[in-house]
């Protein structure tokens, strides 16, 4: 599927969410869409990226971005806030 598919809500909570953290984050979860088969497929594999990227040391963290990267306290808050906001879209 597209990010284009995504509903207007599911798009805001995710990519919104992590566009306002940092695009190479952002770019990481539209990613997802690339592979996944539904919306509700698309949440899934995003909070398990979620709980995947938690577990991310220092340098896993730098190679997640390609330019001026998040601290590792600031990637780590970033990611409790969009899963945070996954947790508005599951039923």
């Known amino acids: ?6 509903s207007p809500q599911t798009y805001k909570a995710i990519l919104g969410e992590a566009g306002r ?3 190479d984050l952002a770019l990481r979860f539209g990613m ?3 592979i996944s ?4 497929d698309y949440i899934h594999k995003s909070a398990e990226l979620i709980r ?3 577990q991310y040391d220092d ?9 001026n ?6 990637f780590r808050d970033a990611l409790g806030h ?3 906001q996954l947790k508005t879209l599951e039923p």
Not at 1 to 6: A, S
Not at 69 to 74: F, R
């Open 1 to 6: 599927m597209d990010t284009r598919q995504l």
């Open 21 to 23: 953290f940092h695009p």
């Open 32 to 34: 997802l869409a690339k």
């Open 37 to 40: 088969e539904s919306e509700a």
């Open 52 to 54: 995947f990227m938690q």
């Open 59 to 67: 340098a896993a963290i730098d190679a997640v971005f390609l330019d």
């Open 69 to 74: 990267p998040l601290s590792p306290p600031a």
């Open 82 to 84: 969009i899963a945070n």
